[in-house]
Nanobody, 131 residues
């Protein structure tokens, strides 16, 4: 059974840090283009960071560059998102999403940062950044 479970969301003060985890079952994170997306209240889901399966290259939304880091632990089949210097505008439900039906050269819009290419989603974890 293909499944994703996110964890690590919490209430944190502005300037603080969190690490989100995304544990996969039924597929391997190192053989899948996979990433983090978020959705704030009243807003569309947006790409935060992703990692391509072909070469492990990583991508970040401009709003999180220099603050967030995506990584994976192949032994535990887990993807992480280290979030530092958190801001109130980072408040959202964070989802892990896997793109299993496209190869990296055939990604929708040519990027793994758009949610339209994702075909496996977790249920999300809430990150709430207070001032």
């Amino acid at each position: 059974q293909v499944k994703i479970v996110e964890s690590g969301g919490a209430l944190v003060q502005s300037g603080g840090s969190l690490r989100l985890s995304c544990t996969a079952s039924g597929f391997f994170v190192d053989k899948t283009t996979i990433g983090w997306f978020r959705q704030a209240p009243g807003k569309q889901r947006e790409g935060v960071s992703c990692m391509k399966k072909s070469d492990g290259s990583t991508y970040y939304a401009d709003s999180v560059k220099g603050r967030f880091t995506i990584s994976r632990d192949n032994d535990h089949n887990t993807l992480y998102l280290q979030m530092n210097s958190l801001k109130r505008e980072d408040t959202a439900v964070y989802y892990c999403g896997a793109i299993r039906s496209h190869e990296d050269h055939d990604l929708p819009l040519g990027t793994c940062l758009v949610h339209v290419g994702v075909d496996v989603w977790g249920e999300g974890t809430l990150v709430n950044v207070s001032s």
